[in-house]
């Protein structure tokens, strides 16, 4: 018998069905194969900053007003529910805080009663600034490192190795295909990474992304690399040196077979891309290895 969980998710990816709205449901699955949960959505790419005062009286549901800069290509839609693992899974908007105070965003993720932060990827970079990527960096370092289950991917991973310090370049030309993962001694035993596999096998990630994370921020842990990437992986660690249950991923893990396919069929995705993706990764393993450590709390 599992327990409830609230999750809030960093959604960036609204205008790719497949790999957005497709992507959170692979996020949340292993939750609701355990117990009933529930996600909040935040969208602060679309959102003014004017409406994120709103956030200061708690949950406060998004309307249309509050996102003047969402493209009417993609619906917008303030709460839906999906069936996932034979539940009924409740999807909903919230207004967020846009400012770049760290105590205050913390104060807000506890008021929201938050079991868990994602944030996803973006077809946004963070080596071509945004002013949202602000209140953003601000909202994942502080649930980070406040002790919260938190988990970066891809632009998310960036924005938080960047938030911590880290340096941030953009390549000539983008990285797509599957890669295994070159772990580092603290990779090989990291809950996160490994917990789904036996001893020394082979773990291995999808990766679509042309910015890349250049150092290791000084209270992370560097977990693992590829051959075209050289910080694929990291953990956040507090103050003393503790791990915190906080990680940055330069791969996709939400990347299901089925959401690969439908996003080709859409042309989310290039023909090359899609040739690029075939093979098996162990994106289904780490995202229940990120469930188990949220749930367990």
């Given at each position: 018998?599992?327990?409830?969980?609230?999750?809030?998710?960093?959604?960036?990816?609204?205008?790719?069905?497949?790999?957005?709205?497709?992507?959170?449901?692979?996020?949340?699955?292993?939750?609701?194969?355990?117990?009933?949960?529930?996600?909040?959505?935040?969208?602060?790419?679309?959102?003014?900053?004017?409406?994120?005062?709103?956030?200061?009286?708690?949950?406060?549901?998004?309307?249309?007003?509050?996102?003047?800069?969402?493209?009417?290509?993609?619906?917008?839609?303030?709460?839906?529910?999906?069936?996932?693992?034979?539940?009924?899974?409740?999807?909903?908007?919230?207004?967020?805080?846009?400012?770049?105070?760290?105590?205050r965003m913390s104060?807000?993720?506890?008021?929201?009663?938050?079991?868990?932060?994602?944030?996803?990827?973006?077809?946004?970079?963070?080596?071509?600034?945004?002013?949202?990527?602000?209140?953003?960096?601000?909202?994942?370092?502080?649930?980070?490192?406040?002790?919260?289950?938190?988990?970066?991917?891809?632009?998310?991973?960036?924005?938080?190795?960047?938030?911590?310090?880290?340096?941030?370049?953009?390549?000539?030309?983008?990285?797509?295909?599957?890669?295994?993962?070159?772990?580092?001694?603290?990779?090989?035993?990291?809950?996160?990474?490994?917990?789904?596999?036996?001893?020394?096998?082979?773990?291995?990630?999808?990766?679509?992304?042309?910015?890349?994370?250049?150092?290791?921020?000084?209270?992370?842990?560097?977990?693992?690399?590829?051959?075209?990437?050289?910080v694929t992986a990291?953990?956040?660690?507090?103050?003393?040196?503790?791990?915190?249950?906080?990680?940055g991923l330069q791969?996709?893990?939400?990347?299901?077979?089925?959401?690969?396919?439908?996003?080709?069929?859409?042309?989310?995705?290039?023909?090359?891309?899609?040739?690029?993706?075939?093979?098996?990764?162990?994106?289904?393993?780490?995202?229940?290895?990120?469930?188990?450590?949220?749930?367990?709390?």
């Amino acid at each position: 018998m599992g327990r409830n969980a609230r999750v809030l998710m960093v959604d960036l990816l609204v205008e790719r069905a497949a790999f957005g709205h497709g992507g959170n449901q692979e996020v949340v699955r292993p939750f609701a194969a355990r117990g009933e949960v529930e996600l909040l959505l935040v969208t602060p790419q679309m959102q003014s900053f004017e409406a994120g005062t709103k956030s200061e009286s708690g949950e406060v549901a998004l309307s249309e007003e509050d996102v003047p800069l969402w493209d009417d290509e993609f619906p917008f839609w303030q709460s839906t529910s999906v069936e996932l693992e034979g539940r009924e899974v409740s999807f909903r908007r919230i207004v967020m805080p846009m400012h770049e105070d760290d105590t205050r965003m913390s104060d807000w993720l506890q008021t929201m009663d938050v079991d868990a932060v994602v944030c996803s990827g973006s077809r946004r970079n963070v080596s071509m600034w945004e002013d949202w990527m602000g209140p953003t960096a601000s909202l994942v370092r502080a649930s980070a490192l406040s002790g919260r289950p938190t988990l970066g991917i891809c632009f998310g991973h960036q924005l938080l190795c960047h938030s911590l310090g880290a340096t941030i370049e953009r390549a000539d030309s983008l990285s797509s295909g599957i890669w295994d993962l070159d772990l580092t001694d603290e990779g090989s035993c990291d809950e996160l990474l490994t917990s789904h596999v036996l001893g020394g096998a082979c773990v291995a990630g999808l990766f679509t992304h042309q910015d890349h994370v250049m150092t290791v921020p000084d209270s992370c842990e560097l977990l693992s690399k590829t051959s075209h990437n050289g910080v694929t992986a990291v953990r956040v660690h507090s103050e003393d040196g503790g791990a915190l249950p906080a990680w940055g991923l330069q791969f996709h893990p939400e990347a299901a077979r089925a959401r690969i396919e439908r996003a080709f069929e859409w042309g989310h995705i290039t023909e090359e891309e899609f040739s690029s993706f075939k093979g098996e990764h162990d994106g289904a393993g780490i995202l229940s290895s990120f469930a188990s450590v949220v749930l367990s709390r």
